[in-house]
């Protein structure tokens, strides 16, 4: 069974630029999570999809983030215009439960952002 | 506000060796903790899960423990080896509202050597 797989790996931008960033979850698996990471941080969530519906977003930090996944399938987190404090990486998660189940996440390798 | 912390922050030890991380936190109302083991360049990985009514849970050569009243954990390694060398980081979630967010702690990040 392939885990959760992470598109790009790396991308380098220069701020007011847009980048979006891919998660394919492990097939099957209803519920998304999308975390991110600051460079010496920990690392925090950003919001979750049940299938296609955004069950919370409450950790996305402002309107330039939107986050989609149509038809339930995989998921696109677009940063429009970057900023040089959206760097860090960012993970994707994903379980075939909601997390009131206790149901393990599984995490991708990351996406790596760089806003020069 | 929700918060964890784990200590130490970098621990260096020699190969079969035992160690233990340690996890304090102030989530409230408190669902579960995870230990996840982050190698360079993954993505974390589950170990243990405990919730409230757990105070032990052993994976292998990994025991985690919580205390809910003091609301502390431990990750105790045992006879440690060379790909023990990761970044180990404990979640807790909380359910408040029907909302379960996770919250993370920085790691410890642990180096064995031979």
């Known amino acids: 069974e392939a885990g959760v797989t992470q598109f790009p790996s790396h991308s380098v931008i220069e701020k007011g630029q847009t980048v979006t960033l891919r998660c394919d979850p492990i097939s099957g698996h209803d519920n998304l999570y999308w975390y991110r990471r600051v460079m010496g941080k920990e690392i925090k969530f950003l919001l979750h999809?049940?299938?296609?519906?955004?069950?919370?977003e409450s950790g996305m930090p402002n309107n330039r983030f939107l986050a989609e996944r149509t038809g339930g399938t995989y998921s696109t987190l677009k940063v429009q215009p970057a900023e040089l404090e959206d760097s860090g990486v960012y993970f994707c998660a994903s379980s075939h439960q909601p997390p009131q189940y206790y149901n393990e996440q599984f995490f991708g390798p990351g996406t790596r952002l760089t806003v020069l | 506000k929700n918060q964890v912390e784990q200590s130490p922050q970098s621990l260096i030890i020699l190969e079969g060796k035992n160690c233990t991380l340690q996890?304090?936190?102030?989530?409230?109302?408190?669902?579960?903790l995870r230990w996840y083991k982050q190698d360079t360049g993954r993505g974390p990985v589950s170990l243990t899960i405990?919730?409230?009514?757990?105070n032990t849970k052993s994976n292998g050569r990994y025991t985690a423990t919580l205390d809910a009243d003091t609301k502390q954990s431990s990750l105790h390694i045992t006879a440690s080896q060379l790909s023990d060398s990761a970044s180990y980081i404990c979640v807790v979630s909380g359910s408040s509202g029907g909302s379960y967010i996770p919250t993370f702690g920085r790691g410890t990040s642990l180096i064995v050597h031979p």
């Open positions: 999809f049940v299938k296609e519906s955004k069950q919370d």
């Open positions: 996890c304090n936190y102030t989530v409230s109302p408190f669902s579960n």
């Open positions: 405990m919730t409230f009514s757990e």
